[in-house]
Structure formats: C-alpha cells, structure tokens
C-alpha cells in the first residue's frame, strides 16, 4: 500500500505554520556584512566572525566584488529586507566600522582600536563551548552602561537594539537562548567593548558529584567505601572544579531548559564562555542618511551655532543649485523633443504635397535632368571621355563633332552596341572601289562598361549607311530589321564558309589583329602572302 496522503486538517496547519514563520522572518531585522576598498586577510577573517555573530539572520556568504558600490547594495537591500549595513574600510593608520539603517539613516562611524578572531579566543580558553546548534538562533544583546546622558549615546543604544531581534519576556523560549552578545560603554575612555558569549545553564544546590551522576560523567568509586559519600562529600572532585557560582548568575528557572537537573522552578546558575570575536570601538561621529547627510555628533571636531547655521546654509544653496540645473535639463529635453515633433510633422506634410504633385503633373514635363542655363549646342565630353578611357587614345576630330549633340529622353533606353565582326575581304568586297575602305572595320570597338551602354555618334552613323549602299543589304542588316523591338538580339552563328589552305591548321590567324597605333582608324599592312585566287 501507498503512503496515505495528508488529511485536509493537517495541510491548512502546515500552510499556516509556514505562512506565520515567514511573517515572523520578514519582521525581524536583516543585515550585510562586508567591506569596501582594498583590506588584509585578517580584516576578512574578522567580517566572517562578525557574519557569525549576526546569524542567522545575515548573509552568510555574500559575495563583494571591487566594482560595487553602496548603491548597488542599498538596491538590493529594499527586495530582501534589509535593514543594516555593517561596512568595514581599512586606511594606512586605522580600521572604520561603519553602521548604516536603511533607508533613511542615521550613519555611525567607529574606530576599531583592537580586535580578536575568533581563533585566538577559542585557542586561549582551556575549555570552549561552541557548536553549530547555537547559531541556529539569534543571539541575546546586552548593554551596559547606556543610561547616560548624551544624545550619540542614545542613538548608539537605538542603534545596536535595532540591530537584533526584539524578545518578547513572556512568550520567549529559553531552549532558543544559545548566545549573547555584551556591548558595554565606559564613559572615561568613550569606548565600546564588544563581546560574544555561548550560554549554558546548570543545576545548582547539590553537590558535584551528583551533578556529574545525572551529567551521565559517572565518577571513579575506588576511593569511596559507601555510595553516601559520594552525594554527600566532594571527594573525588579536584580544587580546580570548585563551584564559582554564587548570587550574580543563580536563577529560578520560569521553564524547563535543556539539560539533566534544570527543572522549572528550580534554582540554576548561567555560564557565560567567550567564543569571539572581541572588539574595543570608539564613535567618531553620527551623520543623517546613508554617510551624506548633516553631521550630528563629531568626536574631535566641534562647531559654534553659528558655524552649523552657515554649514547648514552652504548646503542648501547646493541643493537649491543641483534642484535648478536638473529643472533646467528637463525643460531642454522637453524643447528639443518638441522641436523634434514639429519637424517631423513638416517633413511629412511636405511628403504629402510633393505626391500630390507628382500625381497632378504632365507626362510631358521637362528633363528634370536637364538644366536651364545649359545650352543644347554645347559639346558634351561625355564620349570623348569614354573613348578616352577605354581606348587609352585621342578620338580624331570627326568622330564626335561638336555641332550635333543628340539628348536622351527620360524614358528613352539604350540598347547595347553589336561588337563588329572581323572578316577577310570577299568577291563582294573587292568588287567595290580601292579608294573606298572602310573604317569601321578596322576601328577597335571597346567593351562597353557595367553600368553604361556606348552611343553611336551621327558622323560614324552617316558612314555605315553609305558602306551599306555601296555592299548592299548584309545579313546583319536583314536580322535587324526582322527582330522586334524590345527583343534581344539571337546569338550569330559562325560562317561555315571553308577556309582557305593558308588558315587551316592556324587557330591564331581566324581572326586579323588590330595594330595598336595613334588613332583607330589606322590602314592593315598587307602581308606579303596571297591566298590562292
């Protein structure tokens, strides 16, 4: 069988047991316990003792690195309760203790005179008494010798019982009582002596020999020749076991404690053992907020009336200077997000206006890329340039002549220019007149670039037509004519004419090589070979 579930009346109990023990845990003060600035290896061995002192409630394993600030802590402080800061700086001469109440202050700046970890006190004593159960309670505080007059003496004592949580005398529990804390005031020397104590409660009113029976330490008998010596007489005990206990630490017990022998209403006596840290103080001063208000209280220095009321005046011009610089800082931010606003609005009502205009206009309008002052018959050296550039030559004079310039419309496109096609001379060709020889053979076509098709200029336009009455209508010429406009050209297949005797078998001479030269236009230089006739 399965374990049975729990009934409904014990699962109400649970959650409202754990609902009350968070309440309970939020309600008492919380605290970090760290350093700031660079410290030594013992300084961080006594914030990890001071850590143990505030437990449980602190955190134990708080990690500081160099980069943060109190800023940084203080946020963190508001979502996890926390409700002091114990914060430890080390200079050249000194170490400072500082304690901080969140969130509004007041600050208090200690000098640690001396100190002593815990090791050193555990490691002096004969007998220590400490173990992990002890700090699964909050320690009891107590002070002494807080009663004098003097406001940094109160606000000491306010401070220090803010820290620990409060007891309530009549539903406290003695079992829960493991430790204490001593923090005691000399007026002579203006110091503070803090102390940490683990606290154990023993039977009083019988003898040590009973006490150790019931202790379960069961004594040696060989000495004794009756068992009534042993509960009257202190024979077995040492001198260094007699009893220290006297009025000071006897108390009738208001419950049981934990241990053989403490019964309630019986007579008992409280053993304090030191367990460390140990730390001697001295209050240098009270300030207001977190370490940046108004100093109440200076130990060395002290000011007039009339120097506080300029002090406090400096102060508030400052404040009243930082108020109107951020009032200022907002009302550009606003200005300028204003100023932002309306231009955007003028830039979109100008969007608008110049749609509708393009919407409303002609077809026909003017090249917007032609310009007024610019005068038709001015010679452009846009194909002189580009001759230039890819032939690396001066074009002649009647190639681009200036008198003509043809202008391309906006929606005008150009189709690119066929590459001319080398060929020997046919009958056909040698029919015609030796005095006629045709440049655009022999003129060097460059490739046109990415971007930008080549034009024809009128001139080289004339010539071609008069070549092509002269041969007559070439197969080129028909092509072009059947092809559609908008069409792309069908790739040209090679002649299969044969070729003569003197080509075969010689790749490189299909095709003639152009003379580099001055000018494109150059005539071939016959070779001394003929072809057959």
């Not at 660079?38 to 850590?51: A, E, F, M, S, W």
């Not at 700086?89 to 001396?114: A, E, M």
């Not at 403490?262 to 103080?281: C, D, F, H």
């Not at 096609?421 to 053979?441: C, E, I, L, R």
């Amino acid at each position: 069988m399965g374990r049975p579930s729990k009934t409904k009346n014990q699962k109400k109990e649970r959650a409202a047991a754990q609902h009350q023990a968070q309440e309970e845990y939020s309600s008492v003060p919380h605290s970090f316990v760290f350093h700031r600035g660079h410290v030594g290896k013992n300084l961080q061995q006594l914030i990890l003792d001071v850590r143990r002192v505030m437990e449980p409630y602190t955190a134990t394993n708080l990690k500081v690195r160099k980069k943060n600030t109190v800023k940084d802590f203080v946020a963190l402080a508001g979502p996890l309760g926390v409700t002091h800061f114990l914060v430890f700086t080390k200079t050249p001469t000194t170490i400072n203790l500082k304690l901080f109440r969140l969130p509004g202050g007041p600050s208090l700046t200690f000098r640690v005179i001396q100190y002593s970890l815990i090791k050193d006190v555990v490691s002096s004593l004969k007998r220590h008494r400490m173990h992990e159960q002890q700090f699964t309670h909050h320690p009891l505080l107590i002070l002494n010798n807080f009663g004098l007059q003097g406001m940094h003496i109160k606000v000491m004592a306010t401070m220090f019982q803010n820290m620990f949580p409060s007891i309530n005398v009549h539903r406290v529990n003695l079992n829960a009582i493991k430790r204490c804390v001593l923090i005691s005031y000399d007026p002579d020397s203006q110091t503070l002596e803090f102390r940490h104590y683990s606290l154990k409660v023993v039977p009083v009113g019988m003898s040590k020999g009973l006490k150790k029976f019931l202790q379960e330490k069961f004594p040696n008998l060989s000495r004794l020749q009756d068992i009534s010596e042993l509960l009257v007489k202190d024979v077995v005990l040492s001198e260094s076991e007699a009893e220290q206990d006297g009025s000071h630490n006897i108390t009738e017990l208001p419950q049981a404690y934990a241990g053989r022998g403490n019964m309630k209403s019986e007579q008992s006596a409280v053993r304090l053992t030191e367990i460390g840290p140990r730390m001697r103080l001295q209050l240098i001063k009270v300030e207001e907020g977190l370490g940046q208000g108004n100093v109440l209280y200076h130990h060395f220095i002290h000011k007039t009336e009339q120097e506080i009321q300029e002090a406090l005046a400096r102060k508030e011009k400052k404040l009243q200077l930082k108020a109107e610089r951020r009032r200022k800082q907002e009302a550009d931010v606003e200005r300028k997000q204003e100023q932002r606003e309306a231009h955007r609005k003028k830039s979109l009502e100008g969007i608008k206006k110049k749609k509708k205009q393009a919407e409303g206009s002609d077809s026909d309008a003017e090249d917007p890329g032609m310009q007024e002052d610019q005068n038709v018959d001015e010679p452009s050296d846009d194909d002189t340039e580009y001759y230039r550039q890819e032939v690396g030559e001066e074009p002649d004079e009647d190639l681009f002549p200036k008198s003509t310039k043809r202008k391309r419309g906006l929606g005008q496109s150009i189709k690119p220019r066929k590459r001319p096609k080398h060929s020997h001379p046919t009958d056909d060709q040698n029919s015609a007149p030796v005095g006629t020889v045709s440049k655009m053979k022999h003129r060097k076509t460059p490739w046109p670039r990415q971007g930008r098709q080549p034009r024809d200029s009128p001139g080289l336009r004339e010539r071609r037509q008069q070549d092509t009455r002269q041969q007559g209508r070439s197969p080129s010429a028909k092509r072009k004519q059947a092809q559609r406009p908008g069409q792309l050209r069908p790739k040209q297949r090679r002649s299969s004419r044969p070729q003569g005797p003197w080509r075969q078998g010689r790749p490189g001479l299909q095709r003639k090589q152009m003379p580099k030269g001055k000018g494109g236009f150059r005539k071939q230089r016959r070779s001394g070979k003929k072809g057959p006739a």
